[in-house]
């Protein structure tokens, strides 16, 4: 059974960089996963925010970068601000389905 | 502008059944996969099912595999969920999502499992 791994909480200050990481079970993550990362705030449904490990959804700032760093997919904010304090869930195909990561709390403070 | 709505959730008792429907506007409905989510309360997200654009490729997470029928219907614009043997644990608010990778989201729709 497929576990995607990611941190459960992180902490920033504004005006930060972080990173956050989405990891596989069984193996590296690559581009074939397909990974996509999404902001979720209380009560309100998933936005997405990259696709296909790099690509950015519409509208979406140039702030947020998705890449693969060593075995594991990563989102990168660049000048975090109070806004972006939220739940991000990281997805991963593998097997013919999609599995989510735990998904990480971050705060902005 | 794209648009799911997704409707039909509400409360159910263990063992019974529950269809799901989520209603596409905005962007040509039969050329996308469509997804089910969902999330439990207070809880993250879990992938639940897709369906290929023509309906001719399904797949579904372990934990409801021959319970839960993934379905869409092209010419309403509409894919659905039929929920079976329902137990508590399937107890969250189930989003619908296009895309093969899941890009719009709705807003979702609550399912109560319980006595």
């Known amino acids: 059974q497929t576990v995607v791994t990611q941190e459960p909480s992180f902490s920033v200050s504004p005006g930060g960089t972080l990173t956050l990481t989405c990891g596989l079970s069984?193996?590296?993550?690559?581009?074939?996963?397909?990974p996509s990362w999404y902001q979720q705030t209380p009560g309100q449904p998933p936005r997405t925010l990259i696709y296909s490990t790099s690509r950015r959804s519409f509208g979406v700032p140039d702030r947020f970068s998705g890449s693969i760093l060593g075995n594991k997919a990563a989102l990168t904010i660049t000048g975090a601000q109070t806004d972006d304090e939220s739940h991000y869930y990281c997805?991963?195909?593998?097997?013919?389905?999609?599995?989510f990561g735990g998904g990480t709390k971050l705060t902005v403070l | 502008e794209v648009h799911l709505v997704e409707s039909g959730g509400g409360l159910v008792q263990p063992g019974g059944s529950l269809r799901l429907s989520c209603a596409a506007s905005?962007?040509?409905?039969?050329?996308?996969?469509m997804n089910w989510v969902r999330q439990a309360p207070g809880k993250g997200l879990e992938w639940v099912a897709n369906i290929k654009y023509d309906g001719s490729d399904k797949n579904y997470v372990d934990s409801v595999k021959g319970r839960f029928t993934i379905s869409r219907d092209n010419a309403k614009n509409s894919v659905y969920l039929q929920m079976n043997s329902l137990r508590a644990e399937d107890t969250a608010v189930y989003y619908c999502?296009?895309?093969?990778?899941?890009?719009?989201w709705g807003q979702g729709t609550l399912v109560t499992v319980s006595s």
């Open positions: 999502a296009r895309d093969f990778r899941p890009d719009y």
């Open positions: 905005g962007f040509t409905f039969s050329t996308y996969w």
């Open positions: 069984s193996g590296s993550v690559s581009t074939t996963n397909y």
């Open positions: 997805v991963l195909y593998d097997g013919g389905i999609w599995v």
